[in-house]
């Protein structure tokens, strides 16, 4: 593209995404369209020739913007937000224009050492000592499917390079009911299958019960079986449950165990002192998954894996043939030895960006607003007659459920399932749903960069004169959200 | 970020890259930084106070972009090169603002839709049946992983799920010495080992052959394995070479293997009808991975994994918990049901703003123009008194070593090693190297967007320039590439 258009676009797009984003709250958070509807409005085929931008432009103005869910919009309260901030916005743009591959140390020195840079100062934020080295993959599934690789190597060491798993014992994972699923996918990756996989018992609130994950490992060494990872989860999916980190940790330690931790979510609230109770004890974890593309403004993807031992890691995953070969390979980490991939994006540049222009501070005050909103949700819900909370918010996600007396036991899980549909039909918000002790639950996520406290009263309002209208009575609409 | 000072900022940076890119080929190709400058010259921790852009931007220009290597430079001829072409830098641009998470169709409808669409306009140019569905993934080396999990899953069946590979019969997977890594690394992390790997040989031009495929899988058979898949490459890493893949296919076909056809770099090829018959019978395979972020002008990152078995891939990968059940989960397709990850970046718009802006023609113009000048080197290395051509040149990779009678048997790797870091330490051009028939070997890749016949020439007697000074003599310079 001559240089003078790249110009006049880029300038027009620069624009264009500043109008996008001032104007986000007026849009529907959800598209109305229908499955295969953009699909079918596009051509079959790729041009033959090629085409002028403006005429590709109008096209991705027209059908596709508004068929997307709008993730940076304020009003997206579903699953667990990725925002992107305006420096890592822009520092997106700087690395496509580079377009370094950080696989080597070499075809990319600064790259690969800021990303050392980077992941350092963040560990630093989070509290967490200098024996841990991180690295950045492209989410927390596959952050946590190369720490299960790392725990999976330290048990059974080197000849599993060679031999892989056929002759080896049989292996053990321990996580609760509420654990990511990327864990269950890991353990079909890695070979180990779901059977390796036991869960051990929560309490009342959803976390993992230390006495029953002890007991869990004794059975399994009785029976002759390997004890080989822990998944502990700070923050989990559902409702941010908090596992009880530093008695899982000492457990860990004392079995020769590996802790993996994911607090791939949550672990941005070590960036606050006053929260750092809940993480007391992770730094004795093995490996920890944190995403910055989660609750810390970076858009996606960016999840750190940190690990106390990168030599472990290493030996899961290094292997250097001849074509990736350098003078250097003995004085500098080449970041394609600690995982699976060996093309890898400049992911550091965005997080660089961001912490830089937040600041400590600015990403502290921002996750203190998320917080204190997610309480006065959390207030409301219990103050409503016709709501109920059904798990504690000591993270910014609330569960929710309608109830009304007028309904049957049975028919609650269908009444919120057409809650929560009529609510995302409104365009107005989106929150999305999980299952609690057996129950469909609805789930309010406050973490976008973009919220503010009358985007949650807006939302509140749209959830609650829906509710009214499903149930064919106006409500009191309690206070607002200051 | 106010969207004032974003659009600033914007606009600043949007002339920048303009300026970075037009001004590349006037920059070192790799930078002359040592181990450890750019983390020295950088602070070990986070600021508290947010600081403004201008200061960020600053360390950026300063510190950042000297100590790279310039992926986008037009005398790149490392590795195989990814280019990231205009309208691709502004479609991750968009990308990065809307921040879509494509992991469920109801999480970005349009984008999850233009990705099948898009992937369906590239099997459409590079001759492959309707029959193939195709998924975006980080790099090669996913895509592969990808592949190989799904081989195992149709050699294994449902059981491999929740038994993993305890109970298992040996699984056997075929590929020559010129594969690539990526597929080692797939066996270790899929916990099948190295050791399931055979190594077929192959003939004088670096080609798997055939008859010791088809003598490999009889002897594994007689040997109580289980044949489960082949890897066969269409453009190898070391020096593109082309495995026979008619004859391949027709063996995987009688013998029930899995043929996965690694594609990565070469299968931009299939773009021109003139090159299609190496390409022939590549459509009996049952996967095949190319990146549009080789050599189809798309930064980093896109691989694409095509299978003609999606219900296989589902089958390894697929995984469904309450959080992530949409309304629609049964009438769309959900692209985190096909793989490992569940962020998943809203890639295919660079492919699509690509394949538009310069249509089938003009990604076939480059590319012959590539193969031309490709040719072109091979002509002058083989006219060379003091250099020679150690594979055939079928695809833009030329691999070369220097040989000069004073020089013994044994000390021409060491030379050849001198003297490419003495070519990269010119910063005038960028080669890697290779080891072929045991011997260290230079490769001269030519795939970049940016690249005239002119940076060839350059870079050309740069080499020629630097031979004669390690050989302490003048040599003459041979012919201009026209």
Redesign the interface.
């Known amino acids: ?1 001559p ?1 003078a ?3 006049r ?3 027009e ?3 264009w ?6 104007g986000l709250a007026e849009r529907p958070v ?2 109305p ?1 229908r ?5 079918q409005a ?1 051509p ?8 002028p ?1 403006e ?2 432009r109008e096209d ?1 103005e027209r ?10 919009h304020p009003r997206f309260f ?2 667990f937000n ?9 520092a ?10 950080t696989m080597l ?7 690969t ?2 990303e ?2 980077v992941l ?3 560990r ?2 989070l509290g967490l000592p200098d024996g841990f080295r991180g690295w950045l993959y ?5 952050s946590t ?1 190369h720490a299960l ?1 790392a725990a ?1 190597q330290r048990a059974l060491g080197l000849g ?7 002759q ?1 014992p ?1 292996l053990r994972v321990y996580a609760s009911p509420q654990t ?3 864990v ?13 996989l036991r869960r051990v018992a929560v309490d009342s609130d959803h976390r993992m019960r230390v006495d029953a994950l002890r007991e869990a490992v004794a059975q399994d060494r009785r029976a002759g079986l390997w004890p080989c990872c822990v998944v502990a989860t700070l923050g989990s ?2 409702c941010t449950a908090i596992d009880p980190i530093a008695p899982t940790a000492r457990l860990c330690e004392a079995e020769g165990v590996w802790l993996h931790v994911d607090a791939a979510h949550g672990g941005a609230l070590a960036l606050l002192p006053e929260r750092r109770e809940d993480f007391a004890g992770w730094e004795g974890a093995d490996s920890i998954v944190v ?1 910055p ?1 989660k609750w810390l403004m970076v ?3 960016a ?1 750190v894996l940190y690990t106390r031992h990168p030599d472990v890691l290493r030996q ?2 290094s ?1 250097v ?5 350098t ?2 390979q003995h ?2 980490e080449d970041a394609m030895d600690y995982g ?6 400049f992911r550091a ?2 997080l ?2 961001t ?8 990403l502290q005050v921002r996750l203190r607003e998320h917080l204190r909103l997610a309480q006065e949700v959390a207030r409301r819900v219990d103050a409503h007659p016709l709501m109920e909370r059904v798990a504690p918010v000591p993270m910014s996600t609330v569960c929710l459920r309608a109830r009304h007396p007028r309904i049957a036991g049975g028919e609650q899980d269908a009444f919120n399932r057409r809650w929560l ?1 009529a609510i995302n039909a409104t365009g107005r918000l989106f929150l ?4 609690l002790d057996g129950r ?1 639950v609805l ?1 309010f996520v406050i973490s976008g960069l973009r919220t503010q406290a009358h985007h949650v009263d807006e939302a509140w309002q749209t959830m609650d004169l829906t509710l009214g209208e499903l149930l064919g009575c106006t409500l009191d609409r309690g206070p607002t959200v200051r």
């Open positions: 593209m240089s258009d790249l110009r676009h880029g300038h797009l620069i624009d995404i500043a109008d996008y984003l001032d959800l598209s369209v499955p295969g509807q953009v699909h596009l079959v085929e790729a041009p033959r020739l090629g085409e931008l005429t590709i991705f059908l596709i913007v508004p068929a997307l869910a709008h993730w940076n579903a699953y990725s925002s992107s901030s305006g420096p890592a916005i822009l997106e743009l700087l690395a496509a224009a580079l377009n370094v591959n140390w070499k075809t990319g020195p600064a790259a050492e800021l050392q840079v350092g100062w963040l630093a934020l492209e989410g927390g599934s596959s499917l690789a999976r599993l390079r060679e031999g892989g798993l056929y080896a049989r990511h699923t990327s269950d996918k890991a353990l079909m990756t890695l070979g180990l299958g779901l059977g390796a999916t559902s995403n593309h858009p996606l993807d999840s899961a995953f292997l043939p001849a074509y990736l070969e003078r250097e004085q500098v699976i991939t060996l093309g890898r994006r540049l965005k660089w960006f912490l830089r222009y937040f600041g400590q501070e600015g549909e999305s749903p999980t299952e469909f789930r």
